[in-house]
């Protein structure tokens, strides 16, 4: 259980383009999702947090109009980086958290396999 | 934002030797995770503290969760190959709807 999905697991694209990456929760229902990004040899850094229906929380320094997330459903959220550009090239990685059952610890999420982008 | 503070930052060693780091930081946190990432891979979680002192095993791996609430080691014994990876502490804030905040990972390399 506590399957969490990833689509696509890589993307090309050019520069100027916008890329959607969705994040599924196969098996639960996530009423709040994280998502992350990851640069080379470096550590996961939270760009935002979404609950299901309502307006994403971006961390600090994290361009709202650039990296749009939309938590529509209980089992996905959706990042579309915006007018790519080379300088968004990087790993993303999202987490989903179940919050309708009792069963897990404080702080726990179940994260995705990642999606690896490159901006050409 | 804030990291966790790891060390070391990466070590090399020989297969069958017991592993030791750590992870510090300079506020609290009621929770203590240890995560591992292969490459190009997400995250999986390996150990979970969620009380100062505590000591929890998970196989060869064994965690403590610090009694000031700013520190927790991970230790592996008789490494093996498949221990190869990136190791990742994690703190959590009771109330802070499960947002993490990382360390800065310790990769582990095995030598034959």
């Known amino acids: 259980g506590a399957v969490v999905s990833q689509h696509p697991s890589r993307v090309i694209c050019k520069s100027g383009t916008s890329v959607k990456i969705e994040c599924r929760s196969l098996d639960f229902q996530a009423t709040t999702m994280f998502w992350y990004r990851q640069f080379p040899k470096k550590s996961l850094m939270l760009m935002a947090t979404s609950n299901e229906g309502s307006k994403a929380t971006y961390e600090q320094g994290v361009e709202k109009d650039k990296f749009l997330i939309n938590h529509a459903s209980l089992t996905l959220s959706t990042l579309t980086v915006t007018s790519a550009h080379p300088e968004d090239s990087s790993f993303y990685i999202c987490?989903?958290?179940?919050?309708?059952?009792?069963?897990?610890?404080?702080?726990?999420?179940?994260f995705g396999p990642g999606t690896r982008l490159t901006v050409l | 934002g804030q990291q966790l503070n790891q060390s070391p930052q990466s070590m090399f060693i020989q297969e069958g030797e017991d592993v030791s780091m750590n992870c510090t930081s300079s506020s609290i946190f009621n929770t203590w995770l240890w995560y591992k990432q292969d490459p190009g891979e997400g995250p999986v979680l390996l150990i979970a503290?969620?009380?100062?002192?505590e000591l929890t095993s998970n196989g060869r791996l064994t965690a403590q969760f610090g009694i000031t609430r700013k520190d927790s080691f991970l230790n592996i014994s008789a490494s093996i190959p498949s221990d190869v990876g990136i190791y990742f502490c994690a703190g959590h804030v009771t109330g802070t709807a499960s947002k993490l905040t990382f360390g800065t990972g310790t990769r582990l390399q095995v030598t034959l």
């Open positions: 987490s989903a958290r179940d919050g309708t059952s009792g069963s897990y610890f404080p702080g726990e999420q179940f």
């Open positions: 503290l969620y009380k100062a002192g």
